[in-house]
């Protein structure tokens, strides 16, 4: 099968398409031909090893010279072609996705997934739609839902607003009645209206730390601020959820996990809640995503669609030149 391999730590262009054997799946396991894959900014992180501090902290995946999986990829849709022995909940020709998490491997035409981490694809959703959702819309149900607790008449700010998970946190985010104001450049304004937010702060022009206004939540996606101009922004006993953050900038020692570091330690001493984002594949949140899609509460935007033989191109387009929603690989 054609796959998209990495050997060691470096920039998109060290990516190859090349053939490498079909995966047969273990008795947990199901074997998926992939019709679509997304690209995440964890496939970059983990591509060029960036930030340093985090081969350390990981070493379950990341080695000395480079990942210790060679296919990249995590977020997949495709049909089921066959399944382990141990696996009764789908059959050949099932339509389904998930997310690979670290272990990757869906830019290739087949991956093997444990079953427990699969989920039938939304039916109302094609295959590229289906792969935009796990890891980005996961991260957002969860930040939203079980960090923030979001509740009716809260007021709510997404920096980031416009990014994968961004664009799945306004959904979600007016969904559950917060007053929802996000963060973005000039040019997504009109996206984020078209999504349901409320007020939109173009960052190129405002700084939402500054601005005086107050908020119940704030939902970082960016790490481009302080935790204490973060805090600025927020009411007495408010809410900081910080993930991810970060842009390619060849390289990093700590990259957006100082943020997170300084966040662990301050945010112990603050009336205010801080709150690091911390989430896993799991077939509850895949279940959940796929009832919010197919109750129209929740649609995927997707930027650019890339074939598999582009996938250094579709890396390089989200790292380097502010994509927003999200950017899918079809298979």
Known sequence: MKAIVQEAYGPPEQL???????????????????RAAAVNAADWHIMRGDPKLAR??????FGRSGPKRKIRGRDFAGEVMAVGEEVTRFRPGDDVYGDLGFTDGAFAEFACAPAGLVERKPANLSYEQAAAMPLAAG???VGLRDAVRVRPGQRLLINGASGGVGTFAVQ???????????????????LMTSLGADHVVDYTAQDFTRAGQRYDAVFDLVG?????????ALVP??????????????GSLVGPMGLILKAQFFG????????????????EV????RELAEAGDLAPVIDRTYPLEEVPAAIRYLETEHARAKVVVKI
């Open 56 to 61: 350390l902290a990981s070493p379950a995946y």
């Open 268 to 283: 112990r001493f603050v009336r205010q809640r801080v709150v690091i984002l911390s989430t896993e594949p799991s077939l």
């Open 224 to 232: 481009n601020h302080s935790l204490t101009a973060l805090r600025r």
């Open 16 to 34: 190859r398409l090349t053939e490498v054997p079909e995966p047969e799946p273990a008795a947990n396991e199901v074997l998926v031909a992939v």
């Open 172 to 190: 979600l985010g007016k969904k559950y009645g917060a007053e929802v104001t996000a963060v973005c450049r000039t040019r997504n304004v009109e």
């Open 286 to 289: 895949l279940a959940d995503l």
């Open 139 to 141: 991260t957002a149900l």
């Open 237 to 250: 006993d408010g809410t900081v959820v910080l993930s991810g953050g970060g842009v390619s900038d060849g």
